[in-house]
């Protein structure tokens, strides 16, 4: 397994491996201010699918700051967000508040630019929480049908970024381990309240084919607690229906870890 932004063998990710979550983080700032300014360049505009929880704050903080901010032009980025959970914008497990609280307001990107699910919406027009995470992922759906984005061969759109962490179980977006969303032709999809991880609220998705789709995808992990499922991600078996993040095992995807996650690379014999 090769680490530090050494050329992968064929069919394997680069892995940067930082000496601590701000390092990580920052690294992965890095590449996405110089993948968005380099799609604005080429395409006009840049579509980049960030995530939420944790993951996405201390890089937040790196793009809201010279000199990553002032390499960007915002007024052509367009955001969207794999996956959000069924709570109002401002619930502190929405995927969109760190966005809105430490990004935003450091950045001048027009309000119509930003794509995030609607949730409060849905929330607040039909009578439980399914029946809004269907409708909302319909209206996300069609929204994102109607941006002038380059389809892949099975006709997903093709986004310059996805952003994404990933779980304890090795899910991506609200793509679980055995998810019928590998199934489904919809680009996204209410996903109920998972038993098996916390937190227990249910969710809007993307299709975990976005993830193939990308110019770039990135992962960044962080974190004793996530050594293990590193292990198995980037040196056990393929097996993306169990282990959904491998899907972001592939060329032209960027991993960032610590020091403490790259320690399951180790146990499991890599470098």
């Given at each position: 397994?090769?680490?530090?932004?050494?050329?992968?063998?064929?069919?394997?990710?680069?892995?940067?491996?930082?000496?601590?979550?701000?390092?990580?983080?920052?690294?992965?700032?890095?590449?996405?201010?110089?993948?968005?300014?380099?799609?604005?360049?080429?395409?006009?505009?840049?579509?980049?699918?960030?995530?939420?929880?944790?993951?996405?704050?201390?890089?937040?903080?790196?793009?809201?700051?010279?000199?990553?901010?002032?390499?960007?032009?915002?007024?052509?980025?367009?955001?969207?967000?794999?996956?959000?959970?069924?709570?109002?914008?401002?619930?502190?497990?929405?995927?969109?508040?760190?966005?809105?609280?430490?990004?935003?307001?450091?950045?001048?990107?027009?309000?119509?630019?930003?794509?995030?699910?609607?949730?409060?919406?849905?929330?607040?027009?039909?009578?439980?929480?399914?029946?809004?995470?269907?409708?909302?992922?319909?209206?996300?759906?069609?929204?994102?049908?109607?941006?002038?984005?380059?389809?892949?061969?099975?006709?997903?759109?093709?986004?310059?970024?996805?952003?994404?962490?990933?779980?304890?179980?090795?899910?991506?977006?609200?793509?679980?381990?055995?998810?019928?969303?590998?199934?489904?032709?919809?680009?996204a999809s209410a996903v109920p309240a998972p038993d098996h991880v916390?937190?227990?609220?249910?969710?809007?998705?993307?299709?975990?084919?976005?993830?193939?789709?990308?110019?770039?995808?990135?992962?960044?992990?962080?974190?004793?607690?996530?050594?293990?499922?590193?292990?198995?991600?980037?040196?056990?078996?393929?097996?993306?229906?169990?282990?959904?993040?491998?899907?972001?095992?592939?060329?032209?995807?960027?991993?960032?870890?610590?020091?403490?996650?790259?320690?399951?690379?180790?146990?499991?014999?890599?470098?």
């Amino acid at each position: 397994m090769h680490t530090n932004g050494s050329t992968p063998h064929d069919g394997e990710p680069t892995i940067d491996v930082l000496p601590d979550a701000e390092a990580a983080a920052t690294a992965a700032a890095t590449l996405i201010a110089s993948a968005l300014a380099d799609a604005a360049r080429q395409r006009g505009r840049a579509d980049w699918a960030t995530t939420g929880g944790s993951t996405p704050i201390l890089l937040y903080r790196s793009l809201a700051q010279s000199p990553l901010r002032d390499l960007v032009p915002w007024d052509r980025v367009h955001v969207w967000w794999g996956d959000d959970r069924m709570v109002p914008r401002d619930h502190p497990l929405s995927n969109r508040l760190p966005f809105d609280e430490v990004l935003l307001p450091s950045v001048p990107i027009p309000e119509p630019n930003i794509h995030p699910i609607a949730i409060d919406f849905a929330l607040g027009r039909f009578p439980d929480t399914d029946a809004a995470a269907r409708a909302a992922a319909a209206t996300y759906e069609s929204e994102l049908r109607a941006a002038p984005l380059a389809r892949d061969p099975e006709g997903f759109p093709v986004l310059d970024v996805v952003l994404v962490g990933v779980g304890p179980d090795g899910h991506v977006f609200s793509v679980f381990p055995d998810s019928p969303l590998f199934d489904s032709p919809r680009w996204a999809s209410a996903v109920p309240a998972p038993d098996h991880v916390e937190p227990h609220v249910a969710r809007v998705s993307l299709h975990p084919r976005i993830l193939v789709a990308a110019r770039l995808p990135i992962v960044v992990v962080i974190g004793a607690g996530k050594a293990s499922v590193v292990g198995d991600l980037l040196t056990g078996k393929r097996d993306v229906r169990r282990w959904p993040a491998q899907l972001a095992r592939r060329p032209g995807a960027a991993w960032f870890l610590d020091e403490a996650s790259a320690a399951g690379l180790r146990g499991h014999g890599a470098a």
